[in-house]
């Protein structure tokens, strides 16, 4: 055994430690959603403001908004009821329906919430819109996506050990974000681990069903993205989150354990009438969408 070998390595070791202590502490607090502990060095005024700033980029290559300003208006009520009940009701929260065929949705930092004319078009029902919604919302007040920008910065060397957030400009946390990029591509706020999804599938059950909406809906909504990862093509979700047959199995579990009265329609409802009067039939009616997903 060489002692001086060991003796370096040692040393070497606390340097680590202790030049990443002011990391760890700069970026670790408890997440009210959550109640866990999370690395997390975006400040909600970072948040927001790379959200406002990268939001006009996503919503154009995606074809930009849908041509149907009622269904972006029913979206948009939906959601914003969705987020008042969260944690975080205070966030200057935007719902937005783009017009790409591709079967996806996702949340930018600070409230930025975009669901596809595609998925829309898979769903049949309110409750199921407030489950993708209410999933995404979860992201966004869980703060996974600062999260996950966090470890990409570190892992890539953007942050460095001392100085922190302080060094860290928007230009380049737009950069961590993927903005300049094209969409679907190295954007790390897409790629979410199995826990963050188990997170925000609970969340969004948590939202939906405190406006009265039958959790079981969000089990549908797997069920769809089930059976659309069977055809191929454009099925950019199921690159970015887990297998759906894990999230239905485990959100019938979290279901009948939190929401035993899931059964009475009358007090969660799913609102297929009113879905199928603001979204189904327009959207039957709209031009081809402008973004293929191909």
């Not at 997440?31 to 980029?57: C, D, H, R």
């Not at 939906?78 to 017009?99: M, T």
């Not at 879905?275 to 031009?287: E, N, W």
Request: charged residues 15%; proline residues 6%; positive net charge.
């Amino acid at each position: 055994m060489n002692l001086s070998r060991n003796k370096r390595l040692e040393q070497t070791l606390l340097t680590l430690a202790l030049l990443t202590l002011p990391l760890a502490g700069a970026g670790c607090s408890t997440n009210p959603a959550t109640g866990q502990k999370q690395f997390n060095l975006l400040s909600q005024s970072q948040e927001v403001s790379l959200g406002s700033e990268a939001a006009p980029q996503f919503l154009k290559e995606y074809g930009g908004p849908i041509p149907s300003p009622g269904i972006r208006q029913y979206v948009s009520e939906v959601g914003l009821k969705l987020a008042k009940v969260s944690e975080r009701p205070s966030l200057p929260w935007e719902f937005h329906a783009v017009d790409s065929a591709q079967i996806n949705a996702f949340a930018l930092p600070g409230g930025k919430v975009f669901i596809t004319r595609g998925l829309l078009s898979k769903l049949d029902s309110e409750a199921q819109l407030a489950g993708v919604l209410g999933h995404e919302i979860g992201h966004v007040t869980a703060q996974h996506i600062g999260q996950q920008m966090s470890r990409a910065a570190v892992a890539s060397g953007v942050v460095q050990v001392i100085g922190v957030a302080a060094s860290v400009q928007d230009e380049t946390w737009l950069q961590v974000l993927g903005v300049g990029a094209q969409a679907g591509g190295g954007l790390y706020l897409l790629k979410f681990g199995r826990d963050q999804e188990t997170q925000s599938d609970e969340l969004g059950v948590r939202y939906m069903t405190t406006l009265g909406y039958n959790p079981m809906a969000q089990i549908q909504v797997m069920r769809v993205l089930k059976e659309a990862s069977g055809g191929g093509g454009g099925m950019e979700m199921l690159q970015t989150h887990p297998l759906p047959q894990t999230r239905i199995e485990h959100l019938r579990d979290h279901i009948r354990s939190k929401y035993p009265n899931f059964r009475d329609e009358s007090q969660m409802a799913f609102r297929k009438q009113a879905y199928q009067d603001a979204v189904l039939t327009p959207l039957a009616k709209l031009p081809p969408p402008k973004h293929t997903g191909q």
